[in-house]
């Protein structure tokens, strides 16, 4: 199982006092060192954490892998394409949320996101859509020409009851079956952590974990370089 830690967070602490410290490039190098398969940052349109010179410098730096997630815009479309990363994720954006609030709507952007798609594709670039866990999706995604699915987690790990965490595990389960029919590359995130990612990281389908905000707040508390090989251990 790929790991690849999200540290939008660090940024966050950073520009919550406006000057240059913690620098999510110095983390980024800690989370290389202890083994993850890459970093994966959000460069949202307000630029709430993430910058530029955030997404530049990680593109010279890191040795391993680079997954910028993107919404269907075409000013960071074309800054990203100035960059190349390894793989760009497409979500959804909405300037109010504090966190992505859902998977993207592939079926109502459609073309859009086949657009993005075959801009990316064209310069090299792997591309996942972030979606929910819905058959009617899943067939989507083939038609939108993405190498790549990541399923939203989040109802999963937000469930109050046993009963409807286990009811969005299996959804999750044979969303992932169908993706991977389609010969499509099956990856998961959003809102995991110690306690409920290892039911996650069995569906043999997924190959992919992205986990950020569990990690990272619990690097205040143990440091960075313990709690990504806790995650890993569990993976
Ligand atoms: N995957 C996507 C597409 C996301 O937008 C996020 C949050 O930035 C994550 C995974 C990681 O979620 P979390 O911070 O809850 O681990």
Redesign the pocket.
Known sequence: MRL?V?I??IATIREARGIDLPDPVQAAAIVELTGAYGI?V?LRKDRRHIKERDVELLKRTLKTHLNV?ISLDSEILEFIKSIQPDAC?L?PERVEEI??EG?LNIIKFIQPTKNTVQELKAMGIKT?A?IEPDEELIKTAPKCEVDAI?I???KY?DAKTIKDRQNELVRIKNAAQIAHSFGLEV???????WYNVQPIAKIQEIVE????????ARAIFVGLERAVKEILDLL
């Open positions: 690849g999200n939008d967070h994966t959000h997630e994720c979500v966190t992505t998977g996942t972030f990541e939203n987690t989040s790990a990856h998961a995130g959003h809102g995991l952590n974990l992205n986990i950020g905000h569990s990690i990272i």
